[in-house]
């Protein structure tokens, strides 16, 4: 067994570079898992430089100074920055607060929609129908209760929120001024020969900085595009429902199949089944299918393609590793792990086969 063991580690670590990464792997890995939470306002203003950093570079190349550029493009980002938090979020708060409210209603309009249900379909008891009820009624009003309550035990949450509101935003101006000399600082501790190490980065911080930036764009133009369909249509909560649109493009094929169904169940209990509903999911598919269709591939054409299985495995582990940023970021870890095995350097007995070939 060990034999196979060392053979195998000779075959596929025999190279230094391989070793560096794989030791880089394991930290960056081990880093993130063990220390994720006190991280999480380095990791949210990372993402946030590099969205701003492609506008940076853009007007650099323009000739502009860069502190100049990062300063314009820092008191932009403040600016929408306020604008969510004085302009969004008071509304989006008023809008959920009032379908919490709501919910008693339209679990009774549901409740006598499910009680018809054994008149036609015989295999459906009324038991049944009021174990479902009951057990949809305690779940909602829990979550009710736990979405407008602000207890005593709600201030520690506040207090963390607000600290990363302020810690974040310098993280991000020292990140976007000063992204040179960290970047120095950080490949100073590292061997000079790295050759391996800096192909997987520089294919994965092309990789990243597109996704990121990408991603960011779809989020504001579907849920831009949601807010004035539905706001045409007179749907209810259309801000609430917009935000979650854009928000379920962050899960590939998941996120969109989710939020279809609080969008129909609010259609259905505020038109019921008529041309009103008929045309608010026709225009919501058309948001879907042209996100998909057309506005994807031009955000993401520098983005490796992936097999549809590969993103929603990688979408279940590294959200069940890291949350929401493992959900966030499951593409660029999948397109990393394919970097990675492309990189790798080959066995030593298919190289000497190659060479034996050539010869």
């Known amino acids: 067994m060990m034999a196979i063991i060392r053979q195998w580690f000779h075959r596929y670590f025999s190279d230094p570079q391989a070793v560096l990464l794989a030791v880089l792997l394991v930290v960056g890995f081990t880093v993130v898992l063990t220390m994720g939470k006190m991280l999480a306002p380095v990791l949210a203003a990372i993402v946030i430089a590099y969205l701003l950093e492609g506008i940076i570079l853009t007007m650099e190349r323009r000739g502009a100074p860069r502190f100049t550029v990062v300063l314009l493009v820092f008191m932009a980002f403040m600016a929408f920055l306020l604008f969510l938090l004085f302009g969004v979020v008071p509304l989006l708060w008023e809008q959920t607060a009032e379908l919490v409210r709501e919910l008693p209603n339209y679990l009774a309009s549901g409740q006598q929609q499910l009680m018809a249900l054994p008149e036609h379909y015989s295999f459906i008891s009324e038991g049944q129908i009021r174990e479902v009820i009951d057990l949809l009624r305690r779940e ?8 407008l309550s602000l207890s005593l035990g709600s201030i520690p949450v ?23 000399r960290i970047v120095h600082w950080v490949t100073a501790f590292l061997p000079s020969e790295r050759r391996l190490a800096n192909q997987v980065w520089h294919e994965m911080d092309l990789q990243l900085g597109n996704y990121v930036r990408g991603k960011f ?6 849920g831009t595009a949601t807010f004035v369909v539905f706001a045409l249509m007179g749907l209810k909560y259309t801000l609430l429902l917009a935000v979650l649109v854009g928000l379920s493009v962050v899960v590939p094929y998941i996120g969109a199949a989710v939020v ?6 609010i259609a259905y209990f505020q038109w019921g089944w008529g041309a009103d509903f008929a045309w608010l999911m026709v225009a919501y598919g058309i948001i879907q299918a042209l996100d998909g269709n057309v506005l994807v591939p031009l955000l993401f054409s520098e983005v490796v393609n992936l097999h549809p299985v590969a993103i929603i495995v990688a979408v279940l582990v590294f959200g ?17 792990v394919s970097a990675i095995l492309r990189a790798w350097p080959r066995p030593v007995e298919a190289e000497e086969m190659a060479e034996g070939e050539e010869a």
Not at 158 to 178: A, G, N, S
Not at 217 to 222: G, S
């Open 260 to 265: 279809t169904i609080p969008v129909a169940l």
């Open 217 to 222: 764009w779809e989020i504001v133009t579907v």
């Open 320 to 336: 069940g590793l890291w949350g929401f940023w493992g959900v966030f970021f499951a593409i660029p870890l999948a397109t990393l």
């Open 158 to 180: 506040l207090v963390t929120l607000l600290v990363y509101l302020i810690l974040v935003p310098l993280l991000v101006f020292f990140f976007l001024k000063d992204k040179a």
């Open 140 to 147: 909602m009003t829990v979550q009710g209760q736990r979405i």
